[in-house]
Every structure is written in structure tokens, then in C-alpha cells.
């Protein structure tokens, strides 16, 4: 069974950082391109940044710059290390497959205001 945990949201200013981990127990790991999206309240679900099996990173171009997605295969963990916070990036954040399969953990909330 896949289960997906994210954690380390929380309330940050603008300008500030959070490291998102997300801990899949899931065989085979290492060979997933896995990815990060969030959903604001009242917007459409948006895929964040992706990283595959090598290495190999995307992001949407709201987030270029300033988040950087990372992986641990060892430890089956996925990270997002988001810098220079602003309050449009305040959303519920998941971490799941690239493509998305229908394993869903509870999300972390991300809220970037003063």
C-alpha cells in the first residue's frame, strides 16, 4: 500500500523559508519521477516542480528561482526547500507521482503572511 506523508508547512513572513519533506513508503522509489504540487483555496491543483529518477528537475515558473526539489532514495523522502516566500505561494502542498496517481496524503499547509 502507498501512503505519502508530507509535513513541515507552517506560517512564515514574506521573504521567508520552509523545507517541505514528504516520506513515501512505496517499493522502488528511486525509479518515480515524483513531484510536488499545491492548491490554493478556490484555485485549480498546480504542479509545482518535478524531479526524476536521474535527477533531473523541473518548476513552474512562479517558483523558478526561488524553490529547489530534492530527493533522498535512500530514505524515500522528497523535500522542497522553498526561499523568498510570498503570500501567492500560501497553499495546501502535496507531494505524489509525476503522473499523478491516486495516492494522496493529507497535504501541509503553506501560509506566507505578515
Known amino acids: 500500500q502507498v501512503q505519502l506523508v508530507e509535513s513541515g508547512g507552517g506560517l512564515v513572513q514574506p521573504g521567508g523559508s520552509l523545507r517541505l519533506s514528504c516520506a513515501a513508503s512505496v517499493n522502488w522509489f528511486s525509479i518515480y519521477v515524483m513531484a510536488w504540487y499545491r492548491q490554493a483555496p478556490g484555485k485549480q491543483r498546480e504542479l509545482v516542480a518535478r524531479i526524476t529518477s536521474a535527477g533531473n528537475t523541473n518548476y513552474a515558473d512562479s517558483v523558478k528561482g526561488r524553490f529547489t526539489i530534492s530527493r533522498d532514495n535512500a530514505k524515500k523522502t522528497l523535500y522542497l526547500q522553498m526561499n523568498s516566500l510570498k503570500p501567492e505561494d500560501t497553499a495546501v502542498y502535496y507531494c505524489?507521482?509525476?503522473?499523478?496517481?491516486?495516492?494522496w496524503g493529507q497535504g501541509t499547509q503553506v501560509t506566507v503572511s505578515s
Open positions: 505524489n507521482f509525476d503522473p499523478i496517481r491516486d495516492y
